[in-house]
């Protein structure tokens, strides 16, 4: 197939996907509506997980300290003087962030490039770690940074979270910057670059032998997938309106662990798909939490079972299909086209059998 | 004319071995030189001290009039020394043209940037590796299987592949790690051949562990010899065959040279 007509179909396909999503925010329900916007951001944060751990290769998860820091960067930078004061009513707020009133755009490059150089900071010492003791160390740090929010209270509220911020963040926003970091996912990975990092992922020692920067490399895939984090982390604020330290636990990475390898390490399209099938999922299991009325029994609501049967679905996915549902491969046209031709051929073949033996009795 | 590359002194210790022991060689441009030993001799070690995997315990290189003492393996690559190893280490799940397009990632000027923006000057590199990368694997003979997995290629290719791949890094000296380990007398003979052509194609120098004694004495103009860490002997292919401590160490029997 030519590029041309990919370049093409792609365009086609999503402007055919913003046309759905304006019928979409005029028609649907609230509720649904806030999960489509939370599949959006859920792709972008997917995808910057993939990018370090599937394409690079580099056990990394940290990403709930980098979504922190992008939210409360995001936050601080949009909420006007007067929520401010309301929010610090317990101790006094840090005076040169009174003023500040970003417009939201500003505001979420902001979180992600403060993110970035967060990433930036924590890669010179951990990307030099393999492994476990990398994962340990991105783990470590998140918590260090989700333990000084709640220590600096002037820059931060403390434990007390920032509320009343000014919710931006709708379909077209999340979707929007979803759409952006596919294409600049897709870009990367296609570059020589994403075959640099392909080959780190495959051989260290190898790449390194074939004059690859082991370091250079690495800490472009983890500040490049920080600065996606912090984004992630801006639009996620918002659209909740509230951000707090609670929220940037580690089951905020594990969600997001979940949708990569759901979705396949090392797939851009397979990110795109655990991203929206988690989400929807995890709504849809809130009815495992409620209470559930039987009529003759009442079976009590039990919080924190949704997670439970996650932890048990990754779990499954690890032993019984490690590739998770695209592997490394990706969806392209080629591949749609080739499916379809097969579905138009068994078809084919299928009329042609039963027409056989009509036409021997003629 | 200064030679191409020296090493002088290298001595590496790994705890309380000494695995590679004042082990000084100079190697003209144009060489092709053979680096035998018995199991254990230290011969990768050498490689990984040169291609800076290890920093020697003491001892200095020389490469192209330049002190490479001390530089990582990204950075002796892109001075000119490209290598194999001794296990065959290709990207086993990119395909045979991806692995040898990493090769050319080195010389790449445009920056991240570029490649996501795929501005001008980033597309015409990327067109010319790729061409690049195509015509070396025609030359190698391994064009047929470009767009297979490296790791599902026959064994022999593999061996092949891992050579175009350190081709395409564009080096002046290349470092073979037993490049016939595995292979049949007919497929030694053609190694050679291949060698000899890829020498002359690519204006390149050679340095070869090997324990096939036909490879080594067939194609080496001169050869060195380590034993314990140790270099017992220097010389030309007839010359170490006939030093009587390369025998001893070898315990003079040429069939045991195999194990
Ligand atoms: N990283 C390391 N740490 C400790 N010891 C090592 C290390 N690398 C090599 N050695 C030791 O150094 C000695 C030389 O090993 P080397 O691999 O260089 O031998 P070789 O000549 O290549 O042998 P072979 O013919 O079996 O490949 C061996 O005793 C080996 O165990
Ligand atoms: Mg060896």
């Known amino acids: 197939m030519k590029q041309t007509t990919k370049s093409l179909l792609t365009l086609a396909t999503v402007i055919l996907f913003f046309t759905v999503l304006y019928f979409a925010n005029k028609y649907l329900d609230p509720y649904k509506l806030i999960i489509l916007t939370l599949c959006g951001i859920n792709v972008v944060l997917g995808l910057s997980m993939n990018l370090i751990n599937g394409f690079t290769g580099q056990f990394s998860l940290g990403h709930a300290g980098f979504m922190a820091v992008g939210a409360y960067t995001a936050a601080l930078l949009t909420m006007p003087p007067e929520v401010k004061e309301m929010n610090w009513f317990a101790v006094p707020m840090w005076p040169p962030l009174h003023d500040l009133c970003w417009p939201f755009f500003l505001a979420v490059i902001m979180g992600g490039l403060v993110a970035a150089f967060f990433g930036f900071l924590i890669g010179i010492p951990v990307l030099r770690l393999r492994g476990d003791y990398l994962a340990i160390a991105t783990l470590g740090f998140a918590e260090v940074i989700r333990v000084v929010i709640i220590n600096v209270k002037p820059l931060t509220n403390g434990a007390l979270g920032l509320k009343a911020i000014p919710v931006v963040t709708d379909v077209f926003w999340a979707w929007g910057a979803a759409v952006l970091t596919i294409f600049l996912m897709i870009r990367l990975i296609n570059s020589s670059y994403g075959l640099a990092l392909k080959s780190i992922n495959s051989d260290e020692i190898a790449a390194e032998a074939m004059g690859v920067n082991l370091f250079y490399h690495k800490m472009l895939s983890f500040v490049l997938s920080s600065f996606l984090a912090g984004v992630g982390g801006a639009l996620l604020g918002g659209l909740l309106g509230t951000v707090d330290p609670t929220m ?5 990475t594990f969600n997001i662990l979940l949708i990569v390898v759901l979705g396949g390490l090392g797939s851009i399209t397979g990110s795109v798909i655990g991203a929206v099938f988690v989400t929807i999922l995890m709504e849809w299991l809130r009815i495992v939490e409620s209470p559930v009325d039987l009529g003759f029994v009442q079976i009590p609501g039990i919080p924190g079972m949704r997670m439970v049967i ?23 046209w080629e591949g749609i086209f080739n499916l379809l031709r097969q579905v138009q051929e068994r078809f084919k073949k299928r009329n042609k059998d039963k027409s056989v033996p009509s036409s021997e009795v003629g | 004319m200064a030679p191409l590359f020296q090493a002088n002194n290298l001595v590496m210790q790994f705890g309380g071995l000494t695995a590679v022991n004042k082990v000084s060689m100079s190697i003209e441009k144009g060489e092709i030189v053979g680096l035998i030993g018995p199991n254990g001799a230290g011969k990768t070690t050498v490689f990984n001290i040169i291609t800076g995997v290890y920093r020697p315990t003491s001892g200095s290189l020389i490469f192209n009039g330049r002190n490479i003492t001390g530089l990582r393996p990204d950075q002796v690559a ?53 061409e690049r990368a195509s015509q070396l694997l025609a030359q190698v003979g391994l064009v047929e299987y470009r767009h297979e997995k490296a790791g599902a290629l026959p064994y022999g290719a593999q061996r092949r592949l891992e050579i175009a791949r350190a081709l395409a890094t564009n080096p002046r000296l290349l470092l073979l790690d037993e490049p016939a380990a595995g292979m049949n007398p007919n497929e030694g003979l053609e190694l050679m051949a291949f060698l000899r052509e890829i020498r002359k194609q690519f204006d390149l120098t050679i340095l070869l562990i090997e324990h096939d004694m036909r490879v080594v004495m067939g194609i080496c103009e001169r050869i060195y010899v380590l034993d314990y860490g140790t270099l017992i002997a220097e010389g030309t292919p007839e010359q170490i065959q006939k030093n009587p401590k390369v025998i001893q160490a070898y315990l003079g029997v040429d069939d045991s040279v195999r194990d």
């Open chain 2, 78 to 130: 892109k001075l000119g020394i490209a290598r194999t190893f001794q296990n065959i280490r290709l990207f086993r799940d990119l395909t045979v043209q991806e692995n040898v397009e990493i090769g050319y990632h080195l010389r790449i000027h445009s920056g991240p940037w570029r490649a996501v923006l795929r501005t001008p000057k980033y597309v015409a590199e990327e067109k010319m590796i790729k």
């Open chain 1, 310 to 332: 996650f932890s048990f679905l990754l779990v499954l996915v690890i032993i019984f299909y490690q590739q998770g549902l695209l592997g490394r491969r990706e969806l392209t």
């Open chain 1, 248 to 252: 940037f636990t580690f089951l905020m």
